[in-house]
């Protein structure tokens, strides 16, 4: 993890054309940058993928032809989020599937994504663990219902920029209460485990 008293995290999510990271091909990737506890609206990545064939996971995240015939090639795509990400620490929820498709995705292309992770989720029930949530009606850890558990409205939900977005209000919040209940990120950290054997 970035020892910087400031590290730069990329808050990140995929759409994709399925659920396994070895044989399924991203849709879209959006991101943005949290630093310092906020949002930085000025470092944020967004990219669609030409790419992909028209299939029920297409059709629910409500990408047109139109759209896709304008986009990138997932080589152009995965390079630009490479060079974005740069050393930051990746965050998002259940980050371990998007980590390991973009990974996948990186290999093909001669390259890696060794940036450690941080999963919303782990951080949610690391808090829930330790009393945080005390006396807070907790409906589960799924990203809705942090979502409505912290009063962060669900704009653009299931697009990869929207959700990351929320992603990155809900990770400023956890990552506040963490702090004050002495839980340490860096505790929380996930690696790929295929990249790490790769390396």
């Known amino acids: 993890m970035d020892s910087k008293a400031d590290p730069r995290y990329v808050v ?19 991101a943005v940058a ?18 992909w064939r028209m299939t029920s996971a297409v059709l629910v995240h409500g990408i047109t032809q139109a759209e896709a015939a304008r986009g ?43 940036n450690p992770a941080l999963d919303t989720m782990r951080i949610a029930l690391a808090l829930e663990e330790c009393g945080a949530f005390e006396g807070r009606e907790i409906r589960g850890f799924d990203l809705d219902s942090l979502g ?29 209460m963490a702090r004050k209940t002495g839980i340490t990120l860096a505790n929380l950290i996930e690696r790929d485990d295929e990249e790490r054997e790769a390396r």
Request: aromatic share 8%; hydrophobic share 40%; with cysteine.
């Open 148 to 176: 409505a558990l912290f009063d962060v409205e669900p704009h653009d939900r299931h697009t990869a920029s929207g959700d990351a977005f929320i992603t990155a209000q809900i990770f400023i919040r956890l990552e506040r």
């Open 72 to 114: 990138e090639t997932e080589g152009q795509a995965v390079n630009k989020f490479l060079d974005y990400v740069g050393d930051a620490v990746l965050v998002g929820h259940h980050v371990g599937f998007d980590q390991k498709i973009v990974a996948h995705a990186a290999r093909r292309l001669g390259r890696d994504l060794p």
């Open 12 to 30: 990140f999510d995929c759409e994709t054309t399925g659920l396994d990271p070895a044989k399924d091909g991203i849709l879209t990737i959006g």
């Open 34 to 51: 949290v630093r310092g506890g906020e949002i930085c609206l000025d470092d944020e990545f967004d990219a669609i993928l030409s790419d």
